[in-house]
T-cell receptor
Framework: NAGVTQTPKFQVLKTGQSMTLQCAQD?????MYWYRQDPGMGLRLIYY???????DKGEVPNGYNVSRLNKREFSLRLESAAPSQTSVYFC???????????FGQGTRLTVV | DQQVKQNSPSLSVQEGRISILNCDYT??????FLWYKKYPAEGPTFLIS???IKDKNEDGRFTVFLNKSAKHLSLHIVPSQPGDSAVYFC????????????WGLGTSLAVNP
C-alpha cells in the first residue's frame, strides 16, 4: 500500500538552480496539495489541485509552480531556488477537497 | 494572525496517564476540526476529527471534545503510551472560505516510560 509517494527524500541545491519535486498517489483521490513546513510556522499551503486539470495558489505560492499531470501525479517546481526555500515539503491527497488528508513522507530541501 | 492556536508548544506525560492537548480557534465559520499526528521524518497522519454539530468524538484511546461557545477543542489520549510521542497538529475547515484548511503550529508530546 504505497499511498502518497514523494521523490526525492533529500536534496541540496545551489541558489539559482531549478528542480522538480514529484508526488504520486495510488488512492484515486481527486485533490492534491503541496505544503511546506518550517520551524515555528506549522504547515503552509503552497499550491493545491482540487481536481485533475485544475490548480490554485495557496498561502505561499511565490517562487513555485505546479503541474497536475494526471489524476495520480502532482509536481512542484522551483525555477530558481533561493535559501528562503530551504524547508521540508509535503505532498498530500484527499478524496474530496480538504477531507482527511494522506501525506507523503516529505522532501527535505536545502538551498545553499 | 493565527486562527488556530495551540498554545502549548510541548507537553510531557507519564506513561499510562492522560494526555490533554488543547486547541483554540477564533473563526466562528470553522465547521470541522481534525487532529493529525506527526513523527520525525514522516508526513502527518490523520488521527481523529469532529464536526461542529457534535461535542465529542471517540476512537479507541483518543477522544476529541469540542466546546463551540468557548471556541476550544481538546484531544484526550488515555492511557498514554510511549509510541504516542509525536507532534500533534490541530486543523480546522473554514466553511466561509472555500473550506480552506487552517493549521495550528503543533504541540510536541513526550510520553515518558
Amino acid at each position: 500500500n504505497a499511498g502518497v509517494t514523494q521523490t526525492p527524500k533529500f536534496q541540496v541545491l545551489k541558489t539559482g538552480q531549478s528542480m522538480t519535486l514529484q508526488c504520486a498517489q495510488d488512492m484515486n483521490h481527486n485533490s492534491m496539495y503541496w505544503y511546506r513546513q518550517d520551524p515555528g510556522m506549522g504547515l503552509r499551503l503552497i499550491y493545491y489541485s482540487a481536481s485533475e486539470g485544475t490548480t490554485d495558489k495557496g498561502e505561499v505560492p511565490n517562487g513555485y509552480n505546479v503541474s497536475r499531470l494526471n489524476k495520480r501525479e502532482f509536481s512542484l517546481r522551483l525555477e530558481s531556488a533561493a535559501p528562503s526555500q530551504t524547508s521540508v515539503y509535503f505532498c498530500a491527497s484527499t478524496p474530496g477537497m480538504n477531507t482527511e488528508a494522506f501525506f507523503g513522507q516529505g522532501t527535505r530541501l536545502t538551498v545553499v | 494572525d493565527q486562527q488556530v492556536k495551540q498554545n502549548s508548544p510541548s507537553l510531557s506525560v507519564q506513561e499510562g496517564r492522560i494526555s490533554i492537548l488543547n486547541c483554540d480557534y477564533t473563526n466562528s465559520m470553522f465547521d470541522y476540526f481534525l487532529w493529525y499526528k506527526k513523527y520525525p521524518a514522516e508526513g502527518p497522519t490523520f488521527l481523529i476529527s469532529i464536526s461542529s454539530i457534535k461535542d465529542k468524538n471517540e476512537d479507541g484511546r483518543f477522544t476529541v471534545f469540542l466546546n463551540k461557545s468557548a471556541k476550544h477543542l481538546s484531544l484526550h489520549i488515555v492511557p498514554s503510551q510511549p509510541g504516542d510521542s509525536a507532534v500533534y497538529f490541530c486543523a480546522a475547515l473554514d466553511a466561509g472560505n472555500n473550506r480552506k484548511l487552517i493549521w495550528g503550529l503543533g504541540t510536541s508530546l513526550a510520553v515518558n516510560p
